[in-house]
């Protein structure tokens, strides 16, 4: 009993692992309990990532790159945002330069990486900031990120490649859970299945994986120096697998938590389906169960739950066309800013043991790869909560051709993740520092 103790203790027996709760020994104390700051175990640091296609609403969403610093008009787009106004920042002037395809680039939205950047490949991408964070933040939890996708894969999504924000350290896209429901049950539901099976279930993965090393190392010895390279990517595809079978063998008997949460319904879709997501975020980081999320977000499903008649991938080239268009736009922007703005009321409403908020330790990225049409400067981005240490309510306008992972880099290391550089970074953004 003289070790550091911490949350990720258990009581252990013969049999199961059993979770402890929340003792005042490992630093917790309830809000009313008033103790003194210094007393108080550090609350850990969550990152969210938002991510949706076909852009914005050019006239309406942006306000003026003129009215710099705290004291500018919010545009009608972002009204919905406005009892926020303090607690977010607009960054105006970041690019994903790598990308040239119109409605390619969210899959390099959070990685920086060059499509064509690696000799003789047709495609190539790299880990995306949210994973470099989970590599980070996400070692104590039962789920080092959690991947939150829409819908099902023949939607137009305005997505790219790989239909995925998330991409791992090879450069291979992460899918999750397409549906409120499905990501509810990944979270939350129990496996029922005996503890001896669950165990002999993971000594039968491992025996497969062990297999497969050895004959893959038997090969390699008969492979030219290309062919090797695959298979090293290989090696990294099953290290990956061991790291992941480890991680969740230590999870084994813990049981899933139960959520402040009512099971969702199947049928939601679009605006129901996008705010029941966010609750389900907020569940999550209630309970720990992760520290890292992302969310692919619906824009097709969004607009029929709008009542707009108009495809997304048309109306995203309103410049031009009808009246219809342009009302269309503006109406998708109004409604994911009110969803926006709930999100945010819930993680400023949610307490957390010490009696500060999850918003107080939480950053939210909110954007697209698109400005609107195929225009691909000028990415749409705003930054929210306390977590990464950042300047808040404030329109800013960075240099010309800043590259949009240089945001990320700030917020990475703003987070405490320790690392030296992101995709196409080339050093962090000063003007977003608080």
């Not at 009542?307 to 998708?332: C, F, N, Q, W």
Request: include cysteine.
């Amino acid at each position: 009993m003289n070790a550091p103790l911490n949350r990720r203790h258990f009581l252990r027996t013969s049999t199961a692992l059993i979770a402890l709760p929340m003792l005042e020994s490992f630093g917790f104390r309830r809000f009313a309990s008033a103790a003194p700051a210094s007393t108080l175990a550090a609350r850990p640091k969550r990152m969210i990532f938002l991510g949706f296609g076909w852009g914005v609403t050019q006239q309406s969403w942006y306000p003026s790159m003129l009215e710099k610093g705290p004291d500018y008009i919010l545009p009608s787009g972002l009204a919905p945002l406005g009892r926020h106004k303090s607690d977010f920042t607009i960054v105006q002037g970041l690019v994903n330069k790598h990308v040239s395809g119109g409605h390619s680039g969210s899959t390099f939205w959070l990685t920086g990486a060059n499509e064509f950047g690696e000799p003789g490949q047709s495609f190539h991408n790299s880990i995306s900031a949210d994973q470099v964070a989970a590599g980070a933040l996400g070692k104590e939890t039962r789920f080092d990120s959690f991947i939150m996708d829409c819908g099902a894969a023949t939607q137009p999504s305005g997505h790219g490649q790989g239909l995925s924000l998330s991409w791992d350290s090879r450069g291979k896209p992460m899918s999750g859970p397409r549906t409120p429901v499905e990501a509810f049950h990944r979270l939350f539901s129990r496996d029922t299945t005996p503890l001896d099976q669950q165990q002999a279930m993971f000594r039968q993965r491992r025996s497969v994986l062990d297999n497969a090393l050895e004959s893959a190392r038997e090969l390699q010895r008969q492979l030219g120096k290309t062919d090797n390279a695959k298979l090293d990517e290989y090696f990294q595809g099953i290290r990956d697998l061991e790291t992941r079978l480890s991680r969740d063998e230590q999870w084994l008997g813990v049981p899933q938590p139960t959520p402040d949460l009512a099971e969702p319904k199947s049928s939601l879709a679009g605006y129901e389906e996008i705010e029941l997501m966010y609750d389900i975020m907020i569940a999550a980081l209630r309970t720990d169960s992760t520290r890292v999320l992302s969310y692919r977000q619906p824009v097709t499903t969004l607009l029929a739950s709008l009542d707009v008649r108009i495809d997304a991938h048309t109306m995203s080239h309103y410049p031009g066309k009808g009246p219809e268009y342009l009302e269309a736009s503006e109406k998708r922007d109004r409604a994911q800013s009110e969803l926006l703005a709930g999100l945010l009321d819930k993680l400023k409403a949610t307490r957390e043991p010490d009696g500060s908020t999850l918003f107080d330790h939480t950053t939210v990225v909110y954007g697209s790869n698109i400005r609107t049409g195929h225009n691909l400067d000028n990415c749409p981005t705003i930054l929210a909560g306390r977590g990464a240490g950042i300047r808040l309510g404030h329109n800013l306008v960075v240099p010309k051709d800043t590259p949009l992972c240089n945001a990320w880099l700030t917020l990475l290391r703003g987070s405490g993740v320790p690392v030296e550089r992101h995709g196409d970074s080339s050093g962090v953004i000063p003007q977003l520092l608080a």
